[in-house]
């Protein structure tokens, strides 16, 4: 069998992930295509997304037919140089098939998220590692309203040479709904002691939105234990923020209310799926879940503004900081990456509020890079 | 977050407000269960085994068997509601139900009326409804039309186990009596239902598929059948909105009529009785207030005017399925 034949196999995104659906071929047969290129729409329970191809070459064979669902890693097209014969790729899509059955009967349980004792709190943990060793750990921390879901796409990428953990914030997702804290500083000594449950002693953080803040007060903190800051469409660095979201966030309680709501984090609104909203309704009814809400936005956004800015703090601090921003993001305005200097923001065409979701390899590409640079 | 059934669910919630709440209290035919029965004193948990364990975590103070005795013991949990406790009292068979009409219809849904608004009457009756179970026409009815037909009840009817949870504890949580209706049919699906307690508001309809081509509402296990049908009306590439309006008192209306604006075609399916039923309740309204966007006559799939038939064969006949409501699509999209 020729190496040259690459194969195409259905991604898993996050870890509720076990199948998707080929909505569209973005690609002809026989097209070349480079690695990075959009050739599939596929659609999952959660999101639909585009998925951009992990080899280069020509596209020999789709295998997948559109509307098909398929288990993750089942072939879904072949690409090959023109040197391979049609006889090969026959054999290699068989084979692959073959594979995918005995797969399927022997398949492994995903990750599954911890409850860890903290201070006060209890912490919903998703620790995804390396099987051996790995350089210095790295944090996510999710924006208000979020939960570790929301780097589904980025994490498993992120904990190839390192361990990774995203957490839930307090009252967020599987944490306790109880606040020990509720503004940036308070958020900031609940997420250590939660680090500390975890005895993670230095680390690097990416935080999105509300959870790049709170990873810059970490940073400002304890700049000895912080190796470096990753700020996505963060907090943090101006006065202004979208309350209309904040505020429709909490308070829809209608499914067009809330779609129309989560639809202003995206470029794109038609990554908001209907299990999306319902995911967030699941969420809401929680008990203690919107007064949490409430206190949390009272705290950090009162009176339209945001409370907590290190702008001023930013020049002393020790500890590299890089700023990533989607160009279309509604929430935080992106002109608040220019409190980095050039070298240190990248600002990405095509993109919103969730720019880790909605350009989640090019994302994913930036915090390994930077964590890498920090780590010298 | 886990897996769990709807029998299960609704134990959880039990649990889980017992637990926060100690006026919540349990009562009913062998919800306990075991005195006389081999085994241990909590050998039963109710005919279906919903209430399995409470005993052992809660004990007979809050566990409360009843004599077979409808009229007595809805009676004493009205009662106790009125007075300070939050009972939740299992009626193993809405169809026995006629025996303590008075209690509830003439007691419980009348003291907030009658006493000005300064009593209330917190009282959830636990019962199970529908055909399906080969258990005869006195085992087997819908009644919960004639609930929502009384002013001062509240009605709940879950589709599933996450609705069964999170409406459970919102009646629980409610100040009002409400009627908590379980499909015998339904125990034993599972479905993704969170750990922690949550509560799912009364009067807010579920849109549980989103379509533009046609509405189909449908209540309790009904709804299960509904989106099947949707979903094979999908791949006709035919758009269905089904609604399930969870509660049937407060009821939710305005996501109904919203959709019908948008389709112009409704199918209604309801397991109760064709007269006076919600199906009639539902295109009633419709044809008030939507009249103008109508295209096509509005379309009922329910069971025969006739009591649930004891023989099998006729039994799966009179029950509504998926197949009946693909029909009644087609028919109102011809």
Redesign the interface.
């Known amino acids: 069998m020729s190496d040259a034949i690459k194969p195409i196999g259905m991604p898993k995104w996050g870890l509720a992930m076990t199948e998707g659906k080929v909505n569209a071929w973005l690609v002809e047969e026989g097209a070349d295509i480079a690695a990075g290129d959009e050739i599939l729409e596929i659609e999952t329970s959660k999101i639909t997304n585009v998925f951009e191809s992990p080899a280069g070459g020509t596209l020999r064979r789709k295998v997948a037919a559109e509307g098909e669902t398929l288990p993750v890693g089942a072939l879904l097209g072949v690409v090959a140089d023109a040197g391979v014969t049609d006889a090969e790729i026959d054999a290699f899509v068989e084979m692959a098939k073959a594979a995918q059955a005995e797969a399927a009967a022997a398949a492994v349980p995903p990750p599954a998220p911890e409850i860890v004792q903290a201070e006060g709190w209890s912490a919903r943990v998703l620790t995804m590692a390396p099987e051996a060793g790995g350089a210095l750990p790295l944090l996510l921390i999710h924006g208000f309203g979020g939960d570790y879901q929301n780097w589904q796409f980025n994490q498993p990428d992120l904990a190839i040479d390192r361990t990774v953990y995203a957490l839930d914030l307090p009252g967020h997702g599987g944490s306790s709904k109880v606040l020990t804290g509720a503004d940036v500083p308070g958020l900031a000594v609940a997420v250590r002691s939660a680090l500390a449950a975890l005895g993670v002693e230095r680390f690097h953080v990416a935080g999105h939105s509300l959870g790049g803040a709170i990873g810059l007060q970490l940073a400002l903190n304890e700049p000895k234990r912080v190796t470096s800051v990753t700020l996505i469409c963060s907090a943090g660095l101006g006065p202004e923020i979208n309350t209309d979201y904040i505020e429709g966030f909490i308070k829809s309680d209608k499914r067009k209310d809330m779609k129309a709501t989560v639809e202003k984090l995206f470029a794109d609104p038609a990554f908001v799926s209907r299990d999306m909203v319902d995911d967030l309704f699941k969420y809401k009814r929680l008990d203690g879940v919107l007064p949490a809400l409430r206190t949390i936005a009272d705290a950090v956004f009162a009176g339209g503004h945001q409370t907590t800015i290190f702008t001023d703090k930013l020049p002393t601090l020790d500890v590299p900081v890089q700023a990533i921003w989607g160009e279309a993001d509604a929430i935080i305005p992106v002109a608040h990456a220019h409190a980095l200097p050039e070298a240190r923001r990248h600002v990405l065409a095509g993109a919103g509020h969730m720019v880790h979701i909605e350009k989640p390899s090019d994302v994913t590409r930036l915090i390994g890079e930077f964590v890498a640079f920090a780590s010298g | 977050?886990s897996k769990k059934s709807f029998r299960q669910a609704i134990n959880e919630a039990l649990a889980q407000e017992m637990r926060r709440d100690h006026r919540v209290i349990v009562m009913g035919e062998d919800v306990a269960g075991g005195l006389g029965a081999p085994g241990d004193q909590d050998a039963w948990g109710g005919p279906m085994g919903v209430t399995k364990g409470l005993v052992g975590e809660f004990g007979r103070e809050r566990v409360l068997d009843t004599p077979i005795t409808e009229s007595g013991f809805i009676g004493a949990a009205v009662g106790a509601a009125a007075t300070g406790l939050r009972p939740v009292a299992d009626l193993m068979f809405v169809d026995f139900m006629g025996v303590c009409f008075d209690q509830i219809f003439n007691q419980a849904a009348k003291f907030r009326y009658m006493f000005g608004g300064k009593a209330v009457t917190p009282v959830v009756i636990r019962t199970m409804y529908g055909a399906g179970f080969r258990a005869a026409s006195q085992h087997s009815q819908c009644l919960y039309p004639i609930f929502t037909h009384i002013p001062g009840l509240k009605v709940a009817i879950p589709s599933n186990a996450?609705e069964a949870k999170?409406l459970l504890i919102q009646a629980i949580r409610d100040d009002d009596p409400v009627i908590f209706f379980e499909h015998k049919m339904l125990y034993d699906d599972i479905d993704e239902v969170?750990d922690?307690?949550?509560?799912?508001?009364f009067g807010?309809a579920n849109?549980t598929r989103?379509g533009t081509d046609l509405t189909i509402v449908a209540f309790g296990r009904m709804v299960k059948f509904a989106n099947e049908a949707a979903d094979l009306l999908a791949k006709q590439k035919i758009s269905v909105c089904v609604i399930d309006p969870r509660t049937t008192s407060p009821m939710d209306y305005d996501t109904i009529l919203e959709s019908v604006e948008e389709t112009g075609r409704l199918v209604v399916v309801d397991e109760a009785h064709p007269r006076c039923s919600m199906a009639t309740d539902v295109a009633a309204f419709v044809v008030q207030d939507a009249f103008k966007h109508l295209k096509a006559p509005i379309k009922m799939v329910t069971p025969p005017h006739v009591p649930v038939p004891f023989s099998p064969a006729l039994e799966d006949e009179y029950i509504p399925n998926t197949a009946r409501i693909m029909a009644a699509a087609r028919s109102v999209l011809a």
Do not use: L, S
């Open positions: 977050m996450y999170g969170p922690e307690p949550y509560t799912i508001p807010e849109v989103e």
